[in-house]
């Protein structure tokens, strides 16, 4: 399934799941709604008809009276009868909602009422009040009184069934809503679930893209996606251009290591060529030179020397990249190692200007297997940066102490140069990098030395790292087993950098430092 296919289905699922509660809860209402209605309607026609047939009987009350006192007209007769008729024709109004009671005593006291209205008219207008009275009395009266008791007692059981309709209708209501409330909150899980699984097919993708991109970005073309690039969507083309992508820029990098070691290579014969001549002529063994000719020649071979280590950096990178390059790890003291980086660097602190000491940690390990020159190649990098970034007066300062117990060394570098800026630091160990205080030097670099150290340190079982300040100073630590290829123990930074180590020795001079 495709991804369009994906997101089409999850959000119809999505749009299904909540309309179903919707279409519900709108039925629900207008159920409750015609309820309403009908309940009004009806109650109101009812209550109407109820009304009628109490002014319909205090109209008979008022005809009854006017036949016994007002005989000689024949209205007062009229009007009684067709008052009873009224009552015969409510009967069958009410009867559609349910008040039979009330239709049928309508229905006979309208025919009592008929039929004794006649006989008291008649006793009235023969002069023989009595009969009309007591007709009236036993017959016309209690049809009367019969009919507004009917009424009162529909106008009851019509509130009563009007109540119960009413309470019938909120609990169809409540019902109802309850039921679009729990469908509500079973449409919301499920359509939380959708979304969550719609997340999930492109969040993981897309992460598990984002990390092979990182990894490439990083120099490793071997990273493996877990998308196969079989599936049948975006993804799983995204991930075979990925492969073809990866596949590619290793045979790349391959080609380029290739090309750089042997063109290093090749490079390296004509250069040690060019400097035997050199000394050759400086040795007037080809006859005489004259002191510009020196001079030129010295010129010359510096500039031969600066091309012969930039080729060695670059040999020394692609050994390193392709796992050819080899440490010749030996013991070694390492009291002895750090005294003679300290006479080496004398002279250069001293035509600097530069404060320079080194001093070791009193428990500091007499001895350590590392690779000799690789170590001093490392060492000597960190220090001549550090000399070449700091101005007369300042001070360069390096220190060895035992770390975890004594399982490792910890040596740093300290000066208090033009520093590094910070947004800089994580590519201070990149090949070809330089970082922006290259003003502040009269040399610049290749770009090289830091990268080849890391690579010498790591191959050794260590780690190294650096902090800075712009303008205040910089430190390079190294952290190193004690036999080189050892696995080192995870130690803090800054506590390498801050503190005299965790095993409390006091740091005692290498040797004399000079200014």
């Not at 509660?21 to 039925?27: G, H, I, K, T, Y």
Request: hydrophobic share 45%; aromatic share 4%; glycine share 8%.
């Amino acid at each position: 399934m495709t991804l369009r296919s994906r997101l089409a289905l999850g959000f119809s699922l999505i749009a299904l799941l909540l309309g179903v509660p919707l279409v519900l809860a709108l039925r629900a209402l207008q159920t409750s709604a015609l309820a309403v209605d009908d309940l009004r309607t009806q109650e109101m026609a009812a209550s109407r008809l109820i009304g009628q047939v109490r002014a319909t009987a205090m109209e008979l009350r008022d005809a009854d009276k006017a036949v016994l006192f007002v005989p000689d007209s024949g209205e007062s007769e009229r009007w009684m009868l067709e008052s009873a008729q009224r009552l015969t024709t409510l009967a069958d109004s009410v009867r559609p909602y349910g008040l039979h009671t009330l239709a049928a005593r309508l229905r006979h006291s309208g025919h009592t009422i008929q039929t004794y209205g006649q006989i008291e008219w008649a006793a009235a207008s023969d002069s023989n009040p009595a009969l009309a009275d007591r007709v009236s009395t036993q017959h016309i009266l209690p049809a009367i009184e019969a009919v507004e008791r009917s009424a009162a007692e529909a106008e009851n059981s019509l509130a009563v069934r009007a109540q119960e309709r009413v309470v019938r209708t909120s609990g169809q209501s409540r019902e109802a809503l309850q039921l679009a409330a729990t469908l509500l909150a079973a449409a919301l899980a499920g359509a939380l679930i959708v979304a969550i699984w719609i997340t999930r097919t492109i969040s993981r993708p897309v992460r598990d893209l984002e990390l092979g991109m990182s990894a490439v970005a990083n120099g490793d073309f071997e990273h493996e996606l877990r998308i196969a690039p079989s599936r049948e969507d975006e993804f799983g083309r995204l991930a075979a251009s990925f492969q073809s992508m990866a596949s590619q820029l290793a045979e790349l990098d391959k080609l380029k290591a290739e090309f750089v070691s042997v063109a290093s290579h090749e490079l390296k014969t004509p250069i040690n060529v060019i400097l035997g001549y050199l000394t050759l002529l400086e040795d007037r063994l080809y006859g005489p030179v004259t002191d510009k000719q020196l001079e030129v020649l010295a010129t010359v071979e510096n500039q031969a020397q600066t091309l012969s280590r930039l080729v060695q950096h670059l040999l020394d990178v692609s050994r390193f990249q392709a796992g050819a390059a080899r440490l010749e790890p030996r013991p070694m003291s390492l009291r002895g190692f750090l005294t003679e980086l300290e006479q080496t660097f004398d002279v250069l602190a001293m035509q600097g200007r530069v404060t320079f000491t080194v001093s070791a940690a009193r428990d500091l390990p007499e001895v350590v297997t590392w690779d000799r020159d690789r170590m001093n190649e490392v060492l000597a990098n960190l220090l001549s940066n550090a000399f070449k970034f700091t101005d007369a007066g300042g001070r360069v300062e390096l220190t060895a102490a035992p770390a975890a117990g004594g399982d490792v060394v910890r040596i740093t570098v300290r000066d208090s140069g033009a520093g590094i800026p910070a947004e800089q630091l994580p590519h201070i160990f990149d090949k070809f990098f330089q970082a922006d205080n290259q003003s502040a030097s009269a040399h610049k670099g290749s770009g090289l030395g830091l990268a080849i150290a890391r690579e010498i340190v790591e191959a050794h079982g260590g780690s190294i790292g650096v902090e800075s300040t712009r303008g205040v100073g910089t430190v390079f630590w190294l952290v190193l087993p004690l036999v080189s290829g050892q696995p080192t123990p995870a130690i803090e930074p800054a506590v390498a950098i801050r503190d005299g180590g965790p095993s409390g020795g006091r740091a005692l001079p290498v040797g004399a430092g000079r200014a």
